[in-house]
């Protein structure tokens, strides 16, 4: 256990780059000013002994004084060395927290764009920044703090010994206690307790946030709390364990923990009456009574130290915390970058017997798909719903790579290519294409940095945006996502077709958005798809079948294998599934006019 903790320590120690030497040094200066604290407590027994010694006759202790001086300038030199201590721990964790961020996103940038769907960049973006904090506050205060209290430990015992080692030991002896106690709280048996304890708590936050989400259907159907069963049992759950470790495990050792820590000095008083007849027939009762007053002040120093080391412990759990959240990172797959990238010619695609399955999935969402997109031409993806039409396009501009086979691009296998020469040739419309928080200039012009204003006007008359940019306030300069300024699903989509006509690429996959609620969106959002694929090599998935009646070729996707593949009318004449499809769509359509009518 110790050692993991150490290699964690190690790893995270790596991220500090050149900085992690100033780690050490503050870990150092750190232990000098705890020692340095306790050295007010020597000059305190110094005190105690001029004063006891000149008894009744105070005036005549003359170095007092000095003495008292003395535990000021160590006091005022521990809390300077402290501050110098935590100045180099936070050096080294700032740039500890940099080089994580710095490092978890380089890697990012690598990682297949696939991977972003899985996982939302907002839960990536809190793993990351939530590592480097705990990263800051472990490195920078829990570390330090640690270290000095283990040489405050030391100091106390050596101090404790040193006087007079009885009255030391009657210290030391409420210190074992209470650790001890502390000891049986969260060791053997009741170790595990703890851990249930802190993941009933977790789970209860967990199921409180479903139910924050789910409140709007709670509202909607008139449901009580009590149809939240998980969240429910969540807080039952965490009731019965808090009140089962809090109240029938704790509550012993944690009052006699407090007591002896609080109560240092319940051996020392005892003892000291147990030992001062012998004092007195010593002779230097004078002594015996400076070690006591010593003691009895000192005795107060356990309960801080003792409070650090519980503190110190829990500190140490964060590196692992940390470490995990930093590994979930950048443990991402990455895309394999060729070593001799070879330049695509022309703009045919190819799909070549390929075979794709998502990780931890059993069944595959390709199987042995071929067909071939000749430069010109639009191919339309069709088939039901999970088919694999989207995961095909995906493959394209390696959103994921095959398992088996290969798309090509150009005659080039995609994986042989310059991603950046990839990205240039192809242009991507998918749904759920986000617009960023920015104007609209901005949100089109991130297709094409280097276009003129007058360009990113051009490609958007071209998209059939003019009505939108019309109701704005401040036209294309809008910022989108600010009050009163959010666009419909339609709106976005041509937004988002203005940028790929921007883009200008040879290439262009559109997966069409599946409905839209009204028809003028839908029939603008037509006129700017001829736009954008006019005179490109297309492919485009289709979930209305009107739209792809003019296709050069239809693929149809069933159940991850290419089962036909033919013009709209060799399909139709074939009477296979697309056939039945284009019969279920006319019946669709023709039902959706008359019942409009009759609502009408
Ligand atoms: P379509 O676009 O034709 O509706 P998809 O390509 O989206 O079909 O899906 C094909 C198959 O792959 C489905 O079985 C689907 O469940 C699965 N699938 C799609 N996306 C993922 C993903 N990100 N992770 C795992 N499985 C997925
Ligand atoms: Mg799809």
């Known amino acids: 256990m110790a050692e993991k903790k150490q290699s964690d320590l190690g790893e995270l120690l790596h991220y500090a780059g050149e900085r992690r030497g100033l780690t050490f040094v503050g870990l150092a200066l750190s232990a000098i000013s705890m020692l340095l604290g306790m050295a007010p407590y020597i000059c305190i027994w110094l005190v105690a002994r001029d004063l006891i010694a000149v008894a009744p006759n105070w005036s005549a202790a003359t170095n007092v004084g000095s003495y008292g001086w003395m535990a000021f300038a160590f006091a005022v030199a521990g809390i300077l060395v402290y501050f110098a201590a935590l100045m180099c721990t936070h050096l080294a964790a700032f740039r500890t927290a940099s080089n994580i961020r710095k490092q978890g996103m380089a890697h990012l940038m690598n990682t297949p764009l696939g991977y972003f769907d899985n996982n939302a960049s907002g839960l990536i973006r809190n793993r990351l920044d939530g590592a480097s904090a705990e990263t800051e506050t472990l490195l920078a205060h829990n570390l330090a703090d640690i270290v000095g209290t283990v040489a405050m430990f030391i100091g106390m015992v050596v101090l404790m ?9 009657a210290c030391l002896l409420a210190a074992v206690i209470s650790v001890v106690a502390m000891f049986t709280m969260m060791g053997g048996k009741n170790a595990g307790l703890m851990q249930e304890y802190q993941a009933a708590q977790d789970r209860m936050s967990k199921a409180g946030t479903e139910y924050v989400r789910g409140i709007p259907v709670v509202k909607v159907f008139q449901q009580t709390v009590n149809s939240f069963k998980a969240f429910k049992e969540a807080i039952e759950d965490y009731s019965a364990k808090a009140g089962y470790y809090q109240g029938d495990v704790c509550r012993v050792p944690q009052s006699v923990n407090l007591t002896f820590t609080e ?8 003892l000291v009456l147990f030992l001062a007849p012998g004092a007195l027939a010593s002779g230097d009762f004078a002594g015996f009574v400076t070690n006591f007053a010593f003691y009895a002040v000192f005795s107060a120093i356990i309960s801080t130290a003792l409070a650090k080391i519980m503190f110190a412990a829990s500190g140490m759990m964060l590196a692992n915390t940390a470490l995990n959240r930093i590994r979930q990172v950048t443990g991402a797959p990455t895309l394999e970058i060729a070593a001799n990238p070879q330049a695509p010619q022309g703009n045919k695609v190819e799909f070549k017997d390929v075979s ?7 069944e595959d969402a390709l199987k042995n798909v071929s067909f071939v997109v000749e430069p010109g031409q639009t ?5 039901p719903s999970g088919g ?5 396009a995906s493959l394209i501009p390696r959103f994921w ?7 090509e691009v150009g005659g080039v296998d995609v994986r042989n290519m310059d991603p950046h020469v990839l990205m240039d040739q192809v242009a991507f419309v998918f749904q759920n294409n986000r617009l960023f928080k920015t104007s609209i200039l901005e949100n089109v012009r991130a297709a094409r940095p280097e276009a003129t204003r007058e360009e990113v006007e051009a490609a958007l008359a071209a998209a059939q945006c003019d009505d939108i940019i019309a109701k704005l306030p401040d036209g294309i300069d809008t910022v989108i996502g600010t009050e009163g300024t959010y666009l419909s699903g339609g709106e976005q989509q041509r937004v988002a077709l203005a940028r790929a006509i921007l883009k200008d690429a040879p290439i262009v996959v559109l997966d069409e958005a599946t409905a839209f609620a009204d028809p003028e969106n839908e029939a603008l959002i037509q006129k700017a798809f001829a736009t954008l694929t006019q005179g490109r090599t297309v492919i485009m998935i289709a979930h209305r079948l009107s739209t792809v009646t003019g296709a050069d070729k239809i693929v149809v996707l069933d159940d991850g294998s290419v ?3 033919g013009t709209h009318e060799q399909l139709v004449a074939a009477g ?6 284009w019969a279920d769509y006319n019946k669709a359509v023709t039902w959706r006019i008359s019942s409009d009518g009759e609502v009408a």
């Open 263 to 270: 109560g240092a000095f319940v051996f020392l008083v005892p």
């Open 356 to 362: 794709f399955t998502y990780e931890g999935a059993t």
């Open 388 to 392: 694999g039409k989207t995961t095909a």
């Open 161 to 169: 010994l040193v006087f007079d080692w009885r009255m030391g030991a």
């Open 379 to 383: 191919v339309a993806l069709v088939g």
């Open 401 to 407: 790579d095959t398992t088996s086979g290969a798309v």
């Open 563 to 565: 089962v036909e593949e």
């Open 576 to 581: 296979g599934l697309y056939a039945r499809m």
